[in-house]
């Protein structure tokens, strides 16, 4: 039976089909921004091309799809979502605008405020209010909510955000306004934050339920669409969505948790950086995906992503557990551009997919990196996509003569400062998660994936003085590869504040009892198999204002009081993040959480290439490094295990081609894997 992984760029659709074997069949077409579930049912045709057999065939054989989507994350930063509206307690309908008194630049004194996704004229305040404990202040007043509900109706809202103060304690308020909604406007999309977000925090909790609400409609949208062609197409198996937090669900969870699926698509390729490192036996790896549109990077610790709860997409907070990604506007289709300056800039405006880089023919003009690329020799015009599709180089080399015209410079110069800033960019990225945050990247390695990094990754190693980086056979289409080592994931969580100190022991002892019999009942309504429970609480010092998690893994849970052990897990927790620990203060207890894992069958391993001898270059390419040089190109699907390839050269297959600079030296690992020793920049002095 195989397994298909499917991501979805701004650029190109990828997709790899795995058998039993571990052997993947890749694939890649063009993305159909207009609607990209026909971009996926084109890859799905080529992916059974590729594999000999019909499309029927292939959906009989499959076990799974795995899909990761950007619709949510594109109508979040594009502004493209639903037309919402916001009920929420009478006099608090402001908070997502007032925010935390915060903004992005503080010191910046003429910073523009964010545009809102929900404008002032619907946002609604209703009458009703809940206390801190859970009892009711005013009852919710019918009049006040009809009325309410009627001014939506007048607006044309598709979908509503309901967030009353404290429903994370109480949602009884919350669960009569979704009732009424359904018969009012019974086709809107209607987001509760008692559903999306139960924890304490107003601002987050509103700008989170917002954020559901506005990307709701556009993702369940797509996901219903994708379903039914599957269907039609004769599909029976599960189709499930890879979330933010880098497990999978159902697509009725997804359509319900929108949020969750914001940073779906680079989550695909973390999950596949994660898997990497376990093949490699490398516990720490930089996670550098290029794609067409963007880069994200993410460090990989120990073997483990990192994770962050709050984060900011498009500038809007989004308060779920999600992977510690940073992306970047830095791709093959980033257009460069000259400002009044006279500075060269590249990005984030890309190509995308329609019309693309000049070079791709579809009547583009502007110069990218790609068209940079080409000009500079790296690239085969011949054999872009194995050959399926070729590109034009006398289009890139307009393009690029127009930028270097602006610049007043030569057009080889302009592409090899197109190069040169889209490096710096990068490696500016991998500073901001990794120096940035304390971490010293010179102990990792750089793990290169997406069609585009092959051309950069090792020029952005060496401004990082990083010695070493791996180029997996699969890294073309690595993010969905990876979204088929990963497993089902729910999660529940519960605010529970108070001093540890003064909390109740069989309280807290019987809630996480309660969230795992919730998470395990939510899980098993979709999955059959083995499950695993992950336990953790978000803590803190009483003088403090941010919480840290605290893992509760391997605990002892049949103690009749937990919380001295989980007051101890605390002050070690607190002790290895900021080298200190204040066991003389009391420690606050915000939030239980509980994930149930549904363990899905290991990915199986790519099989061990076959020993034999070295294979000789296929061809040879002149490539610009400062001065024009011969080098040979060599096949990377032929490559023998141990075969060692010294700088410079190509190594390409159908669908990557990675740049090895002067003294950089690959060896071929046993998968066909490429890890590059790169020289230091000490060693250059």
């Known amino acids: 039976m195989y397994r298909i992984g499917i991501d979805v760029g701004g650029t190109f659709t990828d997709l790899v089909a795995v058998d039993p074997s571990g052997r993947a069949t890749l694939a890649k077409v063009a993305s159909t921004p207009s609607d990209p579930s026909l971009g996926v049912m084109a890859g799905l045709s080529r992916l059974a091309e590729k594999i000999g057999c019909s499309q029927d065939r292939l959906f009989a054989e499959t076990e799974r799809i795995v899909h990761g989507t950007t619709v949510a994350t594109n109508a979040l930063l594009e502004h493209k979502g639903a037309r919402l509206g916001l009920l929420t307690t009478e006099g608090h309908r402001d908070v997502i605008e007032m925010r935390e008194g915060l903004k992005d630049e503080r010191y910046n004194l003429r910073m523009a405020p964010p545009e809102q996704l929900v404008p002032r004229e619907r ?57 009424a909604l359904a018969k009012a406007l019974p086709d809107a999309y209607v987001s509760l934050s008692s559903e999306v977000f139960p924890q304490i925090k107003e601002f987050e909790r509103v700008s989170t339920t917002v954020v559901n609400a506005y990307v709701g409609p556009a993702l369940s949208r797509y996901l219903g669409r994708l379903a039914e062609r599957l269907a039609e197409a004769g599909y029976r198996g599960p189709l499930l969505i890879i979330q933010s937090h880098g497990g999978v669900a159902p697509v009725a969870e997804a359509q319900r948790l929108a949020a969750g699926a914001v940073l779906s698509g680079p989550a695909g390729g973390v999950a596949g950086s994660r898997y990497a490192a376990k093949l490699l036996g490398a516990g720490n790896l930089i996670a550098f995906d290029m794609g067409g549109t963007s880069t994200d990077i993410c460090l990989i610790v120990d073997g483990e992503p990192t994770l962050a709860v709050d984060r900011k997409v498009g500038g809007h907070r ?73 590109l034009d180089k006398p289009a890139a080399e307009a393009a690029i003569k127009r930028l270097a015209r602006a610049l007043g410079v030569a057009p080889l110069a302009a592409a090899e400062g197109i190069h040169r800033v889209v490096n710096t960019n990068m490696a500016e990225g991998i500073r901001v998660v ?30 990082l003085d990083l010695a070493r980086v791996i180029v997996p056979r ?53 999955f059959a198999g083995p499950m695993r429970l992950q336990r953790s609480v978000d803590m803190r010092y009483g003088e403090q204002i941010f919480e840290i998690n605290v893992p509760l893994d391997d605990m002892d849970w049949a103690v009749a009081d937990p919380l001295p052990q989980i007051v101890e897990r605390f002050h070690r927790c607190h002790e290895e993040l900021y080298t200190y620990a204040m066991r003389d203060q009391e420690a606050v207890l915000l939030n239980a959480r509980v994930v149930a894992v549904g363990v899905l069958p290991d990915l199986p391993q790519e099989p061990r290439l076959s020993s034999a001898p070295g294979t000789a270059p296929s061809d040879e390419r002149r490539i610009y490094l400062g001065d024009w040089l011969t080098v040979p190109v060599y096949d990377f699907d032929r490559l023998a295990p141990d075969q060692a390839i010294a700088g410079p050269a190509i190594v390409e297959s159908a669908m990557t081609t990675v740049l090895l600079r002067p003294r950089d030296a690959a060896r071929v690992t046993p998968h066909g894997w490429l890890d590059i020793a790169v020289p230091l920049l000490a060693d250059d002095r």
């Open 434 to 463: 990794s120096v940035r945050r304390g971490v010293d990247p010179r102990g990792f390695a750089l793990l290169s994936f997406g069609g585009a990094a092959g051309l950069h990754v090792t020029d952005v190693a060496r401004q």
């Open 318 to 390: 989004v308060a779920l557990n999600s992977l510690d990604i940073v992306s970047l506007g830095a791709g093959g289709g980033s257009i460069g551009r000259v400002d009044a300056g006279g500075i060269l800039h590249v990005g984030p405006a890309s190509a995308g997919a329609d019309p693309g880089p000049a070079c791709y023919g579809k009547g583009g003009t502007l110069p990218t990196v790609t068209d940079a690329n080409l000009v500079l020799g790296y690239l085969d015009p011949r054999r872009f996509l194995g050959g399926e599709s070729t």
């Open 123 to 179: 946002r609604l305040g209703v009458r009703e209010r809940m206390r801190a404990d859970g009892r009711v202040a005013t009852p919710l007043d019918k009049a006040s909510l009809t009325r309410a509900i009627a001014t939506l109706k007048r607006e044309g809202v598709e979908a509503v955000a309901v967030c009353y103060l404290h429903a994370y304690r109480e949602a009884r308020h919350e669960r009569a306004t979704a009732k």
């Open 474 to 526: 699969v890294a073309a289409v690595l993010s969905a590869w990876g979204m088929l080592a990963t497993d089902l994931r729910f999660e529940v969580a519960r605010t529970h504040i108070g001093d540890a100190g003064g909390l109740d022991g069989g309280k807290t002892k019987r809630l996480f009892a309660a969230m795992a019999d919730e998470a395990t009942a939510r899980l098993s309504a979709s």
